[in-house]
């Protein structure tokens, strides 16, 4: 029973995989708390509330020796981490940690870490998905994952509030939370205005900064004192607002001068092309508000719908929460620069498509954006397209599209290569082509592929 | 049931390093968040107060 890469800072147990399915080995050293957990009624308060995912005990597995438990938690079918969520995403993160952290305090245990990672959306929420999180609380204590706390959620919060809603990136340099010196450092000045940045961020960076080499003195905590830190983080953090800027991916269907019966058509060829074919996971590549992933909401499918602009992001991931749509996974990601594998050895945290296995990838009104906008050509992208999914639904834009047109408005045309047959040929190479159809309301081409066998 | 936990295990679970002056520092903000509640509770009693007795006056004017 090997331990995850990633699975190895804390000595209350570790993740493993057997039959490839996540398990998680509790240690000797940890039952205290374990049992505590189970017994004082916290567990079920925590999974009955959704904060906590639930598990099973699974006595019959092979155990190391000094493993006393098996758990088999409920199986997360996508992990996304923080650097892809949106605002409200990583706000109601922080919140679920919170809302763990207050819980366990009124049960007589405390949350000893706070980072993102714990933090998994299931069904359209966030919940904590490390069940060995909870010690025995003591009174006299202060948090021991306050600085955690800070530097994973309100460190990339209020960059993103008062800098620029792109800024949760920074987890990517600083998978262990943004070092708060670092976010000070970025941070206008009426961020320092507002009491609860100047305490989190600004002052205990300074405090730090003096009273490192500083000889520790014992100080005492109180349980009110405690209360009134969760609970001050938490009214902060809830009644954030994130940054107001546009981008050019605002209100695309609305604003666009694509019209309202080609997105109808395209509505009925997709549902066409994927009715012909069965499917569990379907992801969605820059799904934009998520126009086509919506298609399946509330369906037994599992939608993973993709795109760069976290405003469209944002916008569809608070469209599923206020419509309680559980199957549709919005993310940020850019396809230029997918989230890359991290952590020790660059093997804590596998890249993007590591982790996301879909049936069918739809790929609408995207090629023309990849090879005339960032000159990726055609056979790289089929060559991607292959390494995703079995099937691919794929729009082709020609040149002749007033979207084309623009995006070729201010450049040269270095692109001999991208016309419909040139497409049709490379596709071909892995592909077989299912369906294939023009559309009556613009210049494109709608393409069912099925991967070709190696 | 009551566990006895030595010091040292204490240590050990909790793993993280919570920063040497986390303490301190975490009496500093629950200090001063406490003192911001307090006043602001204070704060608004004192408008309830006098918005209630304009409330008052205006029904009573209505009546």
């Known amino acids: ?454 | 049931m009551m566990y006895f936990r030595p010091f040292s295990i204490m240590n050990y679970l909790l793993y993280i390093d919570p920063g040497s002056s986390s303490m301190i520092i975490q009496m500093i903000v629950a200090g001063a968040l406490g003192a911001v509640f307090f006043f602001k509770n204070g704060w608004y009693k004192i408008k309830s107060f006098f918005t209630r007795e304009e409330k008052k006056e205006k029904s009573e004017s209505e009546s």
């Open chain 1, 1 to 454: 029973m090997k331990a995850l890469a990633s699975s190895y800072k804390d000595p209350s147990g570790y993740m493993f995989m057997h039959e490839q399915e996540l398990y998680r080995a509790v240690n000797k050293i940890y039952l205290p708390q374990y049992e505590k957990l189970m017994n004082s009624g916290l567990y079920t308060e925590l999974t009955k509330e959704g904060l906590l995912i639930s598990h099973q005990e699974e006595p019959k597995l092979p155990k190391a020796a000094d493993v006393v438990k098996i758990l088999k938690p409920v199986q997360i079918p996508l992990i996304s981490y923080a650097y892809e969520w949106s605002f409200s995403m990583l706000q109601d993160a922080a919140l679920c940690t919170l809302q763990n952290a207050l819980k366990a305090i009124s049960f007589g245990m405390t949350l000893k870490d706070a980072n993102t990672f714990n933090i998994q959306f299931y069904q359209g929420k966030p919940v904590l998905i490390d069940t060995l999180s909870f010690d025995f609380y003591h009174e006299k204590e202060s948090w021991v994952a306050y600085r955690q706390f800070c530097e994973c959620f309100v460190a990339p919060l209020v960059l993103m509030k008062y800098c620029n809603l792109s800024l949760n990136k920074l987890l990517l340099a600083y998978p262990n939370g943004i070092p708060l010196t670092v976010c000070k450092s970025m941070l206008p000045l009426k961020a320092k205005l507002n009491v609860h940045v100047y305490l989190h961020v600004f002052l205990q960076s300074t405090v730090q900064q003096r009273s490192s080499s500083a000889p520790v003195r014992k100080q005492v905590f109180t349980k009110q004192k405690m209360l009134t830190l969760l609970n001050g983080l938490y009214s902060f953090i809830k009644n954030m607002k994130p940054a107001a800027d546009k981008t050019t991916w605002d209100n695309y269907y609305e604003e666009t001068i694509l019209s309202k019966q080609y997105l109808q058509e395209k509505k009925e060829l997709v549902s066409k092309y994927l009715n012909q074919i069965s499917f569990s996971t379907l992801l969605d590549l820059g799904a934009n508000e998520g126009e086509f992933s919506l298609l399946y909401k509330n369906t037994d499918k599992q939608i993973i719908a993709v795109d760069e602009d976290r405003h469209c992001i944002e916008k569809l991931y608070v469209t599923c929460k206020t419509n309680k749509i559980s199957n549709v996974q919005p993310l940020i990601l850019d396809l230029m620069a997918p989230s890359a594998a991290i952590g020790w050895n660059n093997e804590e945290r596998d890249t993007f498509f590591k982790r996301v296995k879909p049936d069918v990838t739809l790929a609408l009104a995207l090629i023309h954006h990849l090879c005339i906008a960032h000159n990726i050509s055609i056979p790289q992208i089929i060559s991607l397209l292959h390494s995703i999914s079995e099937y691919v639904i794929i729009e082709f834009v020609e040149k002749a599209d007033p979207k084309v047109e623009q995006l070729l408005a201010n450049r040269k045309d270095i692109f001999e290569d991208y016309h419909l047959e040139g497409f049709r040929q490379q596709a071909l190479q892995k592909f077989d082509i299912i369906a294939e159809q023009s559309f009556s309301t613009a210049s494109r081409t709608l393409f069912l592929l099925k991967r070709k066998a190696d």
